[in-house]
């Protein structure tokens, strides 16, 4: 086959039990596309045709992001066929083959998105009828899945009495849909709506979570018994672990009668989102250490660290705070001796060196001295020798500055440098008429600094400790009065769920644990009043509702 109408094939890419799937190329816009050509065994029988072609029409005016995009669907030459998107994906049966069972969260997303779109499929009148893994493309480098094949779709409203002749005349071999994904109702032959296909998707569902198939059997006779009068394996049994919400969404689903399952898709893929996102966030709800030991060890590690980021910012800006406050005062005692020395030091300067008298400088640099901040004052004159210094050894030899000194600061007539860990050295230049006649150096302690700097850190962490502490305690005791109250409605839940309603939670709280107590009550009292009440009728059995002949007895002749 080298074309069908103006489509050229490239390849055949696929092959189904009604079509023959190839890669094709439109060239009138040039676009890749799937084309999907009914088989020649089938292309003889008219009404089949015209079913296929109808019917595939109906679903190419369905649009959502998990359905594949039907373009267009006609006859030409002879070969009926539906050209569609071509995606670029693995379908599920395949992934199931390669990666074994899904991880619960992929298995409630997948279903999710199916659910979602047989629910938009549903809501336009278009009931799919061939649910199976694949039907269903994983789309490569995206999370998304989309259905394939709505070739055996029905419009639900049109078209009766065409579907009542087809059901009536249909043999169970040679009933639509793949016999291991059908739902009760579909291998009876009975009259299909939504639920059917939800069902097929619950089969789907199980294949996912537990890499097996829910229904086992190797002919159509013995799976028609299965589907209609066997449950399958319970999910908790066959996978440990399996979440008990995605259980009894699965088990829902696969209800024999209809109107025990879910109403409709939108309710499936509510109820699957749920399961997903509660799956994603297991790790935060692990067992094992109590609620209110972990709501302990998370608010203290939360505080710890805002506690721990705090103090270290505090001290770091108290400490620059206070070294640039020695920094001030030393400046200003520096300046202070130059004021006051400068004086004599001009008049020194213009006589001889006989005439010079610096006792008045070495007095008043022994008096400024005194002060338990000050390590060292040095007065020097023009002529570089040291005329008053703490040191008296020093006075008369010419001043050599402090080696290795790293400097902080300098300014025009002031230089800031540190000697030592413990100290700052302030140099000063003596001025009079704009004209240089000396220098004054000052060094200061600097152990004071440490010392204020040590008591404010010791201080702070122990005040942050008592921080800490507190809020350690005051968590773990919200931690029980939410834990005592959680707990206490799990046993009532525990309890009703073994049958055992005849109770009520008495309290007085009027918060949201008493709402939720209330709750409990309303629900036990509910189920109480539905127990008393008047029984309810029996459910229909799908051989009361069948449309068509019912061929079980020879299902159980050939089983």
Known sequence: MQSVGRYVIERRIGEGAMADVYRAHDPSIDRILAIKVLKAEFRQDLGLVGRFLREAKAAGALSHPNIVTIYDVGEADGFP???MELLDGVPLDEHLRSHGRMAFADAARIGAQVAEALDYAHRTGVIHRDIKPSNIMLCRGSATAKILDFGIARMAQSDQAGAEATAARTQFGQVLGTPRYMSPEQAFGLELDQRSDLFSLGVVLYELITGQTAFAGTSIATLALQITQRKPEPLGKVVAGCPRGLQHVVEKLLAKQPDKRFASGAEVAKALKREYEGANLAKEGRRGLPLQVRLTLLMGTVVGI????????????QYKAMEQMALTSGTAIASFVANNVAVRTVENAGL?????DWAPVQAFVASASRDSGIRQIVVVDAGGVVRGSTDAARVGRPYRAADAERSLAEERDQRITATSDSDFRFVRTIRYAD???????VVTDHAALDAAASSSRTLLIGLGIALFLVVLGLSYVIGQSVARPVERLRRALADAASGHRDFRISH????????????????????????DGPGKAPPVSLEATRIGPLPIDELRRSA
């Open 352 to 356: 001889s060196a006989s005439e010079q």
């Open 81 to 83: 066929y539906i050209a």
């Open 306 to 317: 805002a506690l721990l980021i705090s103090i270290a910012t505090v001290l770091d800006r």
């Open 435 to 441: 004209q240089p006649f000396g220098k004054v150096e």
């Open 508 to 531: 007085r709280r009027s918060d949201a644990f008493g709402e939720l107590f209330d709750a409990f009550n309303g629900l036990a009292e509910s189920l109480d009043r539905e127990a």
